[in-house]
C-alpha cells in the first residue's frame, strides 16, 4: 500500500497458514488469500495474551482505525465485508488499520484451560493500551460493535487521551436487569449457543427474512469460533455494569466520552433501543446518530456502503482526508451527490487539508441548528 511501510517484529507470522488459509478460501466472509500485507501478533497485556491482526504502519500523528468485534464473532466475521469493501479502501489506505480479536475468539484459538476467568468488560478495555503501546499508536480512532463497542467507549472513558473517535455501532449502554439476566439463562436451556447469539446479532425479522445471512452466520458461530470460548465471553457479557455515562450538565460531575463519537444502529436491529439510550447519555454537540434504514443487526455486512459514506464524512468532521475521489465521477475529487444530504444534519468541521500528513487537528465541530434551539443532536437517517 502506498505511503505505508510494514512493521517488523519478532512475532509477526503470516497470517494465512496450513489448515486456516483452507478455511479462509472457503468462505468470502474471510480475508482472500492476496490479502498477505496482513500480519498477525500476539500482545501481552495485563489480562492475558492478545490477538491482534495489523496492516500499515502509524506515520507521524495520524490515528490508527482500530476495531473491536461483537460477541460471537471474531474481526473477520464482523469487519471483512466492511474493510473489503472498494470505497473503503480508498479510505483505510490513508491509516494503519488493528484489528483486535477478544481473547480466544481468532479463528483456531485453542481452547481456555478448565478453571479459566475471562477478563471482565473492564479489564478488556484496559488490555488495549497494550496494544497502543506495542505498535507505538499516539491516539486510535475506534470501530466497534455490540460488545465491541462497548469495550472500546470504557476504554474512552479511562483512556481518553488515547481516543481521537469512536465509530460504535449496536452500543448498549445498559447492564442487564435480573428479568433479562433470567431470560438470557432461559434461552441458554432451550437453544444452541450460536441462536442464542444470533438472536443478539440480528433481529426477528432477519432471523425470518433474511435466512440466507442468518444460516451463514450460524455456521461460521457454530465451526470458526471455539464454543468453550465464546461461552465465556457471552457470560461476560451479559454480566457487565451500566456503562457510566450521562449528558453535561445533566448530574454534578458527569463523565461523558470527550472525542467525537457516530452512532450507528439499522432500523431493523434488536439494538435500537440501547442505541438511543446512549446518545441521550453524550455530548449532543460531538455526537452523530446514524439509522441507517433498510439495515439489520449488522449494518457493517448488509450496508457497507452507506456506512463508508457515513465513516469518511466522519473523518473529514475531524479534519481528516480533506477529501476523497468518488471513483464513480469522471470528475475526480468532488462530493458524491449525497453528500450535502448526509452533511446537513451531522456535526461539521472544517480543518486544513494538511492534517492528512501527520499534523493531530483539534476537533473544530458546531452545530448546525436553527435559530434559538442551541444545541441539537446530529442525526442522520440514511435511507439512499
Same mark, same amino acid.
Given at each position: 500500500?502506498?505511503?505505508?511501510?510494514?512493521?517488523?517484529?519478532?512475532?509477526?507470522?503470516?497470517?494465512?497458514?496450513?489448515?486456516?488459509?483452507?478455511?479462509?478460501?472457503? &468462505?468470502?466472509?474471510?480475508?482472500?488469500?492476496?490479502? @498477505?500485507?496482513?500480519?498477525?501478533?500476539?500482545?501481552?497485556?495485563?489480562?492475558?495474551?492478545?490477538?491482534?491482526?495489523?496492516?500499515?504502519?502509524?506515520?507521524?500523528? /495520524?490515528?490508527?482505525?482500530? @476495531?473491536?468485534?461483537?460477541?460471537?464473532?471474531?474481526?473477520?466475521?464482523?469487519?471483512?465485508?466492511?474493510?473489503?469493501?472498494?470505497?473503503?479502501?480508498?479510505?483505510?489506505?490513508?491509516?494503519?488499520?488493528?484489528?483486535?480479536?477478544?481473547?480466544?475468539?481468532?479463528?483456531?484459538?485453542?481452547?481456555?484451560?478448565?478453571?479459566?476467568?475471562?477478563? &471482565?468488560?473492564?479489564?478488556?478495555?484496559?488490555?488495549?493500551?497494550?496494544?497502543?503501546?506495542?505498535?507505538?499508536?499516539?491516539?486510535?480512532?475506534?470501530?466497534?460493535?455490540?460488545?465491541?463497542?462497548?469495550?472500546?467507549?470504557?476504554?474512552?472513558?479511562?483512556?481518553?487521551?488515547?481516543?481521537?473517535?469512536?465509530?460504535?455501532?449496536?452500543?448498549?449502554?445498559?447492564?442487564?436487569?435480573?428479568?433479562?439476566?433470567?431470560?438470557?439463562?432461559?434461552?441458554?436451556?432451550? =437453544?444452541?449457543?450460536?441462536?442464542?447469539?444470533?438472536?443478539?446479532? #440480528? =433481529?426477528?425479522?432477519?432471523?425470518?427474512?433474511?435466512?440466507?445471512?442468518?444460516? &451463514?452466520?450460524?455456521?461460521?458461530?457454530?465451526?470458526?469460533?471455539?464454543?468453550?470460548?465464546?461461552?465465556?465471553?457471552?457470560?461476560?457479557?451479559?454480566?457487565? !455494569?451500566?456503562?457510566?455515562?450521562?449528558?453535561?450538565? +445533566?448530574?454534578?460531575?458527569?463523565?461523558?466520552?470527550?472525542?467525537?463519537?457516530?452512532?450507528?444502529? %439499522?432500523?431493523?436491529?434488536?439494538?435500537?433501543?440501547?442505541?438511543?439510550?446512549?446518545?441521550?447519555?453524550?455530548?449532543? +454537540?460531538? +455526537?452523530? #446518530?446514524?439509522?441507517?434504514?433498510? &439495515?439489520? %443487526?449488522?449494518?457493517?455486512?448488509?450496508?457497507?456502503?452507506?456506512?463508508?459514506?457515513?465513516?469518511?464524512?466522519?473523518?473529514?468532521?475531524?479534519?481528516?482526508?480533506?477529501?476523497?475521489?468518488?471513483?464513480?465521477?469522471?470528475?475526480?475529487?468532488?462530493?458524491?451527490? =449525497?453528500?450535502?444530504?448526509?452533511? !446537513?444534519? /451531522?456535526?461539521? =468541521?472544517?480543518?486544513?487539508?494538511?492534517?492528512?500528513?501527520?499534523?493531530?487537528?483539534?476537533?473544530?465541530?458546531?452545530?448546525?441548528?436553527?435559530?434559538?434551539?442551541?444545541?441539537?443532536?446530529? @442525526?442522520?437517517?440514511?435511507?439512499?
Amino acid at each position: 500500500m502506498a505511503g505505508l511501510q510494514e512493521l517488523r517484529f519478532p512475532e509477526e507470522k503470516p497470517l494465512l497458514r496450513g489448515q486456516d488459509a483452507a478455511e479462509l478460501e472457503n &468462505s468470502d466472509t474471510f480475508l482472500l488469500a492476496a490479502d @498477505t500485507d496482513w500480519k498477525e501478533h500476539d500482545i501481552e497485556t495485563p489480562y492475558g495474551l492478545l490477538h491482534v491482526v495489523i496492516r500499515g504502519s502509524p506515520k507521524g500523528n /495520524r490515528p490508527a482505525i482500530l @476495531t473491536y468485534h461483537d460477541v460471537g464473532l471474531n474481526h473477520k466475521l464482523c469487519f471483512n465485508t466492511f474493510f473489503n469493501f472498494e470505497d473503503m479502501q480508498e479510505i483505510t489506505k490513508h491509516f494503519v488499520v488493528c484489528h483486535v480479536d477478544a481473547p480466544g475468539q481468532q479463528v483456531g484459538a485453542s481452547q481456555f484451560p478448565q478453571g479459566y476467568q475471562f477478563p &471482565s468488560m473492564e479489564q478488556l478495555a484496559a488490555m488495549l493500551p497494550s496494544v497502543v503501546q506495542h505498535f507505538g499508536f499516539k491516539y486510535v480512532i475506534g470501530i466497534g460493535v455490540g460488545a465491541g463497542a462497548y469495550v472500546l467507549a470504557k476504554f474512552a472513558l479511562i483512556f481518553p487521551d488515547l481516543v481521537e473517535g469512536l465509530v460504535l455501532m449496536n452500543i448498549d449502554p445498559n447492564g442487564k436487569g435480573w428479568i433479562d439476566w433470567a431470560a438470557t439463562k432461559l434461552s441458554g436451556l432451550t =437453544s444452541t449457543l450460536p441462536d442464542t447469539v444470533l438472536s443478539h446479532l #440480528f =433481529s426477528q425479522e432477519e432471523l425470518v427474512n433474511n435466512t440466507e445471512l442468518v444460516q &451463514s452466520y450460524r455456521q461460521q458461530i457454530g465451526n470458526v469460533v471455539n464454543q468453550a470460548n465464546l461461552q465465556l465471553f457471552w457470560n461476560m457479557y451479559n454480566s457487565r !455494569r451500566d456503562l457510566d455515562i450521562n449528558r453535561p450538565g +445533566t448530574v454534578p460531575n458527569a463523565k461523558t466520552l470527550r472525542c467525537p463519537v457516530m452512532l450507528v444502529v %439499522g432500523d431493523n436491529a434488536p439494538a435500537e433501543d440501547g442505541v438511543v439510550e446512549c446518545n441521550s447519555k453524550l455530548d449532543p +454537540t460531538t +455526537t452523530t #446518530f446514524l439509522k441507517m434504514a433498510d &439495515s439489520g %443487526g449488522l449494518p457493517q455486512v448488509t450496508q457497507p456502503g452507506k456506512l463508508t459514506e457515513a465513516f469518511k464524512y466522519f473523518l473529514q468532521g475531524m479534519g481528516y482526508i480533506a477529501y476523497l475521489k468518488d471513483r464513480r465521477l469522471s470528475g475526480g475529487a468532488v462530493p458524491s451527490a =449525497s453528500m450535502t444530504r448526509l452533511a !446537513r444534519s /451531522r456535526t461539521a =468541521s472544517l480543518t486544513s487539508a494538511s492534517s492528512v500528513d501527520g499534523s493531530r487537528p483539534q476537533a473544530c465541530t458546531h452545530s448546525e441548528s436553527s435559530e434559538g434551539l442551541g444545541q441539537v443532536n446530529h @442525526t442522520m437517517e440514511v435511507s439512499c
